[in-house]
């Protein structure tokens, strides 16, 4: 019986010779029952990797109004700022948000979400990591508990997704940077941390070759979170041993241009339109940070108000409509191209 799927609470009480209604009470609260019983039911619980589904009880009781906010690296300014967005709709809808980073950490990621079903929210709005996730143990919890992914899609889990169109972010800078100079070069992680760098080189490439023109790629290496290190570092690489192939650097991100922007000065590169400048430098996601950098940055802004609007409402409207969506639906953002100094 170990090794077969322990499909409700009725199948589990009868495989672990436990009442159905003790069962219940262990998992509405734990310390509600003797200390004998709880420690048997949790020995069957590791046996029968069993977990229950926390929103069908909840269909019994008032829901609580606990809502899970999940991000993959809470230092990123991006995440801060969508996460500060969402949690401020969360509270005025008199919902009590809570806010949880994964740290770039797939293991960390998996245990927060075991930490969350525990809180028996209303539901939760994900953003996972991605390639790195656990996915069996993200659609094991979005089968529990009702779910709304955010900027990091995976195919197929939770009830919606809420993002931002890629191809609008790269067709925008790559339009611009071409009627305006010299065709970029695509400046990106040979490892990337976030999904979406992958949907925008494919994006780069497309765009490219529509217009007749090479779609050269850089990669640097590095892994993780750490983008503006590891921009620097790989843009040092490539200007002390030959350079960019075109003056014109389309950069995955802000942050990698960031560290890219440094470098630049570094090696007494000038960044910009100015007469007198090597190099020009665009990118994607509008960072808080990329107006303040020098010169300040050209980029293909979220549009985070609309985002944060569409994934909090989205979660409501599951939740008032009892957890579940006929179809899982995809809602996609356009970007907007903000122009600087830096191309």
Not at 21 to 33: E, H
Not at 59 to 67: A, D, M, S
Not at 225 to 234: H, L, M, P, S, Y
């Amino acid at each position: 019986m170990a090794d077969n799927k322990i499909r409700n609470m009725e199948e589990f009480a009868a495989v672990s010779g436990i009442s159905r209604p003790t069962v219940s009470k262990y998992f509405n609260d734990p310390d509600s029952v003797r200390r004998t019983t709880r420690e048997r039911i949790e020995k069957a619980l590791e046996r029968y990797d069993y977990r229950p589904n926390i929103f069908a009880m909840n269909q019994n009781r008032k829901l609580t109004k606990n809502v899970g906010i999940v991000v993959p690296y809470l230092a990123d300014p991006f995440f801060a700022e969508i996460a500060r967005q969402i949690e401020q709709r969360c509270i005025a809808a008199g919902f009590r948000p809570t806010l949880y980073s994964a740290h770039g950490d797939p293991a960390l990621e998996k245990d927060i979400l075991d930490s969350l079903v525990s809180l028996k929210p209303a539901g939760v709005l994900l953003a996972p990591l991605g390639r790195a996730s656990d996915r069996s143990a993200i659609e094991k919890f979005c089968d529990d508990v009702p779910t709304v992914l955010f900027d990091s899609n995976l195919d197929d889990v939770g009830e919606a997704f809420v993002g931002s169109d890629n191809f609008s972010f790269v067709s925008q800078t790559v339009d611009y940077l071409t009627r305006t100079g010299e065709p970029p070069c695509f400046f990106e992680m040979r490892t990337p941390a976030n999904p979406n760098a992958n949907k925008r080189r494919l994006a780069f490439v497309e765009v490219m070759e529509r217009r007749g023109l090479e779609p050269r790629i850089i990669k640097v290496e590095g892994e993780g979170w750490a983008f503006e290190e590891i921009g620097r570092d790989g843009a040092l690489r490539v200007l002390e041993t030959g350079g960019f192939p075109t003056n014109t650097i389309l950069c995955s991100n802000d942050r990698l241009a960031i560290g890219l922007l440094a470098a630049c000065y570094e090696k007494g590169f000038r960044v910009g339109r100015a007469e007198g400048c090597a190099l020009r430098v665009a990118s994607h996601d509008d960072h808080p940070f990329s107006r303040f950098t020098c010169p300040s940055l050209t980029t293909a802004a979220h549009d985070y108000d609309a985002v944060a609007n569409c994934a909090f409402g989205t979660l409501a409207e599951l939740i008032e409509g009892g957890g579940r969506f006929d179809t899982r639906t995809e809602t996609l953002f356009s970007a907007r191209l903000v122009l600087r100094a830096s191309a």
